[in-house]
């Protein structure tokens, strides 16, 4: 899926209130942190994810491990904190506008 730079624009400005509701803890990216932002990802769509990796490197990495596994977008990275998008198919949640499809 491709995401162009309004829609991408959009989804960082509703991005901006929302928590993050998953962590990516010391023990890195587990199957169960995985699981769940999966679940996530399926309810909201949009989801931001705390990624509490000191090491800046081994958090970059983590959070593309993190997109590839679930089949998600980044939005966008500030610090700590990665928000992702992945669209569900079946019940999308996020109105993206025509003039503006998704790919």
Request: glycine share 6%; hydrophobic share 40%.
């Amino acid at each position: 899926m491709k995401l162009t730079e309004p829609q991408r624009k959009l989804l960082r400005s509703l991005s901006h209130p929302r928590k993050p509701i998953v962590t990516v803890g010391r023990n890195g990216l587990t199957e169960p942190v995985l699981n769940e932002l999966e679940r996530a990802l399926d309810h909201h769509e949009l989801v931001k994810v705390k990624v509490n990796i000191a090491d800046r490197g081994d958090r970059g990495a983590a959070i593309r491990a993190l997109c590839e596994g679930t089949g998600a977008i980044l939005i966008q990275r500030i610090g700590f904190v990665a928000t992702v998008f992945r669209r569900n198919a079946e019940h999308p949640v996020i109105p993206l506008s025509p003039e503006r499809p998704v790919s």
